[in-house]
Nanobody
Framework: QVQLVDTGGGLVQAGGSLRLSCAASGIGFSIYRMAWYRQAPGKQREFVATITSGGRTSYAESVKGRFTISRDNAKNTVYLQMNSLKPEDTAVYYC????????WGKGTLVTVSS
């Protein structure tokens, strides 16, 4: 019974911050590579950030320096701290977990106003 529950989205003004959370259950969280993706209206889903089981991170160029992905294995949770938000960051953000199988959260909406 795998579940990824992604939360924390909301409406913010440009330049503001949000922290997204994804709580996982039903998997051996610590061995999974975790990631965040996003999908804007009329656009393809795109990669945002990832963190390996060993804590190594990688980011899309569009968010590098503004977003930070982290994980707390004791809480089975991955986070995405988003700072200096821009209107183009507006999207539904999805949590993703990969080991052998792949799982997705249902998404949380982030809206950034001008």
């Amino acid at each position: 019974q795998v579940q990824l529950v992604d939360t924390g989205g909301g409406l913010v003004q440009a330049g503001g911050s949000l922290r997204l959370s994804c709580a996982a259950s039903g998997i051996g969280f610590s061995i999974y590579r975790m990631a965040w993706y996003r999908q804007a209206p009329g656009k393809q889903r795109e990669f945002v950030a990832t963190i390996t089981s060993g804590g190594r991170t990688s980011y899309a160029e569009s968010v590098k320096g503004r977003f930070t992905i982290s994980r707390d294995n004791a809480k089975n949770t991955v986070y995405l701290q988003m700072n200096s938000l821009k209107p183009e960051d507006t999207a539904v953000y999805y949590c993703n977990a990969v080991y052998v199988a792949q799982y997705w959260g249902k998404g949380t909406l982030v809206t950034v106003s001008s």
